[in-house]
């Protein structure tokens, strides 16, 4: 577990610097320069450019994850991987490409009067799918050689800096509106390039062909992996951003635009888990070629405690300060309090289950997980169209929120039957209360004005949860990480030798 330790470590710092970056263009850039339909139009882009780039890869990143590590041998260019995944990704883009001609006279024509401003910007579609697919792929690629960093890096920091400067630019009015657009289209296509060319610096791009290891089974293999990974990347893709694509059909581009803050503030208690993910995977991976259970069952339950009591901390931090929040938002983001609510609730259940997707993913029963999906995606979809007519942005967030509690529950249903894997235990139960012991007890603070009260509930919860987690030994990790702060205090603190 060192590596996954060091690289979420890592993954977490960049994220949270980036947090922190992306805090201010969020919360206080984009309320108090930008209207709501350009907020919408960013949404809106990234969802469509998101959903089309991962369909345009035609399952190669799904063949990378489960089988790159049979092709992994950087003496002979990993057996010419990548001119495998090279052929993908151009037929796919091809693919999409033929499809934005046919389809995107319709699309504009349906939002000429609602969302004008999107119909204006279509054809961004274009280069942001293609380097979103690009980014994709090689965070993949990049990933099971170890490096789980340099692509959070990019995606949660680097980016981030990238749309803060730009949006900084228009706020001093030194742009337009339409170079705004045209450089946060840039900053966002930028990751895939810098992704490809930190790659060839580390000499790992390499396309010769070794057609001798492509054996008929494992062709066969490489094609059904492709199918399956089409089918449920298209199922994940669809339940993760269609929300944003629905409210804008079924109400407007502005309401898009405060679902899209809303979102954000929501989905900040996931971030840690990105890059402990993403490494647990390829250790998931390698566990399953060796048929270690016992190593899947350490990473899959440590995940989970490790994730929920980082989930729990910054789901409480958010939630005990959402009216400060609303504050900084303004007027036109009242509506988005119970968004916040569900959509951090959400994803709080997701860190909850842990790494039971990449578990399932990489066993022989991957192809259980797009029967999940599918299922998934009529639900949603269900949901969605029938909550937000009723309750508009909130009920998209509930709708959502269903979403991740019923797929996470289904995973762990099949992973308990199937290989008795289960990581519950009464220390969850010590978490859970602990937490809701700190939010009544800081709901008893008086309201300060904005920067104090912010100040003031942030250090008690904080205060609370490093004394509780160092006393308590929950978390293995944080045990570890515990002893490694004391030796490094100690040693500045202890009196030179003479």
């Known amino acids: 577990m060192g590596i996954i330790i060091k690289q979420s470590i890592r993954g977490s710092i960049w994220s949270y610097i980036g947090v922190l970056v992306a805090f201010v263009t ?51 260019g990993h057996h010419g991987f990548l001119f495998i995944a090279s052929i993908f990704i151009v037929v796919g883009f091809a693919l999409f490409l033929l499809a934005y001609l046919i389809f995107s006279p319709a699309l504009i024509a349906s939002n000429q009067e609602q969302s004008k401003l999107f119909a204006d910007y279509i054809y961004l579609l274009v280069p942001l799918t293609f380097f979103t697919m690009l980014f994709i792929f090689l965070d993949t690629y990049n990933k099971l050689l170890y490096d789980a960093v340099f692509g959070t890096f990019m995606q949660e920091f680097a980016q981030r800096v990238g749309l803060f400067l730009i949006t900084l630019l ?93 979102f954000y503030f929501g989905t900040l208690v996931v971030i840690p888990s990105r890059p402990l993910l993403k490494i647990a995977g390829t250790l998931i991976a390698d566990a399953w070629k060796d048929d270690d259970l016992d190593k899947i069952k350490s990473i899959y339950y440590k995940s989970c405690i490790n994730q929920f009591i980082i989930g729990s901390f910054l789901f409480l931090g958010i939630w005990a300060n959402i009216d400060n929040i609303l504050s900084i938002l303004g007027d036109d983001y009242l509506q988005s309090k119970w968004v916040i609510f569900f959509i951090g609730i959400g994803y709080l259940f997701d860190m909850l289950t842990g790494a039971n997707a990449q578990v399932i993913a990489f066993s022989r029963h991957y192809r259980v997980s797009l029967y999940f999906m599918l299922s998934l995606v009529v639900i949603v979809l269900a949901l969605l169209l029938a909550l937000i007519p009723i309750w508009g942005i909130t009920g998209a967030a509930i709708a959502i929120a269903s979403a991740l509690f019923l797929n996470n529950l289904m995973r762990f249903i099949f992973l308990y039957r199937k290989y008795k894997l289960q990581p519950f235990n009464y220390r969850f139960l010590l978490v859970i209360g602990f937490f809701i012991a700190v939010y009544f007890l800081q709901s008893f603070i008086p309201q300060q004005n904005l920067v104090l009260d912010i100040f003031i509930r942030g250090t008690v919860i904080t205060t609370l949860s490093v004394i509780f987690f160092s006393l308590i030994p929950i978390s293995e990790e944080v045990q570890t990480v515990k002893k490694e702060v004391w030796k490094r205090i100690e040693s500045v603190l202890k009196p030179p030798k003479n």
């Open 170 to 262: 228009f706020a001093f009015q030194l742009i337009s509106l339409h170079q705004l657009v045209l450089g946060y289209a840039l900053v966002v296509s930028a990751k895939g390039i810098i992704m490809l060319m930190h790659l060839y610096n580390k000499k790992e791009l390499t396309f010769k062909p070794d057609f001798q290891f492509l054996t008929k089974p494992l062709k066969k293999e490489i094609v059904s992996v492709a199918i399956f990974s089409v089918l449920g990347g298209l199922g994940s893709m669809l339940v993760f951003n269609i929300d944003k694509i629905i409210i804008n059909q079924l109400l407007n581009l502005s309401e898009t635009g405060v679902y899209t803050i809303a």
């Open 26 to 76: 969020t919360s206080y850039l984009y309320p108090n320069y930008l209207d709501t339909d350009t907020v919408g139009l960013f949404g809106l882009l990234i969802a469509y450019s998101t959903l089309f780039g991962q369909l345009s890869l035609l399952g190669i990143h799904g063949v990378a994850s489960r089988l790159f590590p049979h092709f992994r041998s950087k003496e002979t």
